[in-house]
């Protein structure tokens, strides 16, 4: 393996640290990088306790270096194949179609009469206040 960390690389290694945000990863070559909550796995992960612990062996994918500020970006996501769709996490939102609001009655010319009832009942409070 070459000293040089290169974005596209894939390389094991060992997670040091958890926090909200990500977990931080010990690299060959005495190297550190963040892994991002969003990289961690496919789908969402409210919880990176859920997923990652530390000292678990896991391969990551460099996805940015910047060595002049020490930050190199890592994925651990991109590192593994792609569930399929069935294996995939279902979505935390339904893809039932919403149901219409009901309209009134009257319909849409008695929401505006409604609207324009209020709206001048405000702005006329408005004015009021304001020639005090």
Not at 54 to 70: A, E, H, R
């Amino acid at each position: 393996m070459s000293e040089k960390i290169e974005v596209g690389q894939i390389l094991e290694g060992t997670i040091t640290g958890i926090k909200p945000f990500g977990a931080f990863v010990s690299l060959p070559n005495s190297y550190n990088g963040l892994v991002h909550i969003s990289h961690i796995t496919h789908g969402y992960l409210e919880n990176i306790a859920d997923a990652v612990k530390v000292g678990d062996v896991v391969k990551v994918k460099v996805l940015t270096v910047d060595l002049t500020n020490n930050k190199i970006s890592l994925s651990i996501k991109e590192a593994l194949e792609k569930p399929k769709a069935e294996e995939r996490p279902k979505p935390r939102y339904s893809n039932k179609p919403k149901k219409e609001p009901e309209a009134p009655v009257d319909g849409f010319e008695a929401l505006m009469k409604g609207f324009l009832k209020d709206s001048t009942e405000r702005q006329t409070d408005i004015n009021r206040r304001l020639n005090r």
